[in-house]
């Protein structure tokens, strides 16, 4: 199995760098986005084997549409490598619980376990205020954009599937 972590970052790159060591493993890459609002200079270790840096360096208002663009040209640029089986979005400064080796193996021992999930707001089964619905409210120059493609019964927000809500529980045997 080859997996792909997928960054994106906008500051912080010492920890972005111990993050990757972290989950370094043969068989993982890394694609990363620096936010084109960094302007410091981009470190050596981004030219390192195994990690990716984007081509385009894009804008990113953290909680907009922008950073749903990232994360579609993230996919779009790692699926056309071709090179990889799996993706895991991380933000720059997250860091790993577990080894990356830990990590690795878990994920390809279950590979046929899917790790997004999505749910039409509201939601009886939604921890957030209105069972989801209210985050529509909160994010209203998203929605004006996208009134007229949307039934609102049925959106599912893109900030929700960037929310720790999103992720699910890890196995206890993890």
Request: aromatic fraction near 14%.
């Amino acid at each position: 199995m080859n997996l792909c972590y997928l960054i994106m970052t906008h500051s912080c790159l010492d920890v972005l760098q111990s993050m990757i060591t972290a989950l370094r493993h043969p068989n993982v890459s890394f694609i990363v986005h620096v936010d084109s609002k960094y302007e410091g200079k981009l470190p050596d270790f981004l030219n390192e084997d195994s990690i990716y840096l984007t081509p385009e360096r894009l804008s990113v208002q953290w909680g907009g549409l922008s950073m749903v663009d990232c994360v579609k040209y993230l996919c779009e640029y790692a699926h056309s490598l071709n090179k990889f089986d799996y993706y895991a979005l991380l933000s720059g400064n997250d860091y790993p619980v577990k080894s990356g080796a830990v990590i690795y193996d878990y994920l390809d021992q279950n590979k046929e376990n899917n790790y997004i999930a999505g749910l039409a707001l509201p939601s009886e089964s939604s921890p957030w205020i209105q069972g989801g619905y209210r985050r529509l409210e909160c994010y209203p120059v998203f929605l004006k954009i996208l009134r007229p493609f949307f039934n609102y019964g049925a959106f599912i927000s893109p900030a929700q599937f960037l929310s720790p809500y999103c992720i699910l529980p890890v196995p206890a045997g993890m």
